[in-house]
């Protein structure tokens, strides 16, 4: 079992910047790829970035790539996404999750946080 919270939501105007993170307890952090995902309102949830176990390797969704960063820190049970020039659209709550091998479908992740919400203004 993975306990995980994010948190560092908030209002930006566009072109802002946020960093969210996402603290997990619980079963051996390094064992999981990490993931962060989305959800605007009247939408699917959909797949933001993922890190692998030991952050060598990174993804990223097209509409983000080049303006957000994901990272982890397992010494402290981490992860974090970086959020550069927000946009309108990057607004939604957004979800950290964990899965034992990586994936862009959020049916792949077997733990979830809670999520944060992040609004962007025009």
């Known amino acids: 079992q993975v306990q995980l919270v994010e948190s560092g939501g908030g209002l930006v105007q566009a072109g802002g910047s946020l960093r969210l993170s996402c603290a997990a307890s619980?079963?051996?952090?390094?064992?999981?790829?990490m993931g962060w995902f989305r959800q605007a309102p009247g939408k699917e949830r959909e797949f933001v970035g993922g890190?692998?176990?030991?952050?060598?390797?990174?993804y990223y969704a097209d509409s983000v790539k080049g303006r957000f960063t994901i990272s982890r820190d397992n010494a402290k049970n981490m992860v974090y996404l970086q959020m550069n020039s927000l946009k309108p659209e990057d607004t939604a709550v957004y979800y950290c999750?964990?899965?034992?091998?990586?994936?862009?479908?959020?049916?792949?992740?077997?733990?979830w946080g809670q999520g944060t919400q992040v609004a962007v203004s025009s």
């Open positions: 999750a964990a899965a034992e091998a990586y994936g862009r479908d959020p049916r792949a992740y077997d733990y």
């Open positions: 619980g079963r051996t952090f390094s064992a999981y790829v």
């Open positions: 890190i692998s176990w030991r952050g060598a390797n990174k």
